[in-house]
């Protein structure tokens, strides 16, 4: 029996979206149990959860650190569904897996995407999957209940609207050229972005890549529909470990009330 799928959608009913990005099994996956759950307690519309894997290209070092630790405590895939199934009862924000094709590939795409709709698994992101190459995922997606949430950057250009077209969920909007990691200033034209995307799509449009404090979060949110935010907690996670618990959630909650105060 498969567990409730919340749409993506709800996280933007009626406000922004705060969205945090976790790697799990980063320290071990028992807490990462307990970081989805102060999560969604410190006011996370929708989370993110990374599958780990060894040559996570899109990411920083913060993120890549955060994806070995999670590999030398030896989490699988499998495991990490266990947890969002455990995770699943408590939880009832929408859950959306952030991976890599061969992390898909390697476990099947159908028993992948069979086994995220039994535990309720809202979508998949795929940030080293093109636009071009997508239908290779889309259809056992769909099949499942995951909507394929497609990203933007600053190169995109004439690109935008023919991704924004045929997105689903939400659009990814990337703020920075280069990897995942927190940055002092953030100076791309994310409203020209966001005009580009509008321009062809009804879909929300949330802003990642960089966002490091809630003033950032409000001011990309404020442009948008929402703030992700992924390095500045993973590595709060990395210097805490087990501890991290706590300064996770007030982080979070920091930046979720200045995403929800606009």
Do not use: W
């Amino acid at each position: 029996m498969s567990a409730t799928q919340p749409k993506i959608s709800a996280a933007f009913d009626g406000h922004k979206a705060f969205i945090p990005f976790i790697t799990c099994g980063d320290p071990d996956l028992e807490t990462t149990e307990e970081l989805v759950c102060a999560l969604a307690d410190a006011g996370a519309d929708l989370i993110e959860l990374g599958i780990p894997f060894s040559d996570p290209t899109a990411e920083g070092v913060v993120i890549q650190a955060a994806n070995l630790r999670a590999l030398e405590a030896h989490t699988t895939t499998d495991a990490v569904f266990a947890m969002v199934e455990r995770v699943r009862d408590k939880v009832d924000v929408p859950l959306v897996f952030m991976t890599y094709a061969n992390v898909v590939y390697g476990y099947g795409s159908e028993r992948f995407c069979t086994r995220a709709e039994q535990i309720g698994m809202s979508g998949l992101i795929l940030p080293d999957v093109p636009f071009e190459e997508k239908e290779e995922f889309s259809g056992v997606c769909n099949e499942h209940g995951l909507e394929l949430v497609s990203l933007i950057a600053p190169t995109s250009h004439e690109r935008t609207k023919m991704i924004a077209a045929e997105a689903q969920g939400f659009i990814y909007a990337v703020s920075s050229l280069g990897v995942t990691g927190t940055r002092e200033n953030i100076t791309t034209d994310i409203s020209a972005m966001v005009a580009a995307v509008r321009e062809a799509s009804d879909l929300p449009v949330a802003v990642g890549f960089g966002i490091s404090n809630p003033e950032q979060a409000a001011e990309m949110a404020a442009q948008a529909d929402g703030a992700i935010v992924g390095s500045a907690l993973v590595n709060i996670v990395g210097e805490h470990g087990r501890d991290a618990v706590g300064p996770v959630r007030e982080a979070a909650a920091a930046m979720a009330e200045a995403v929800h105060a606009l």
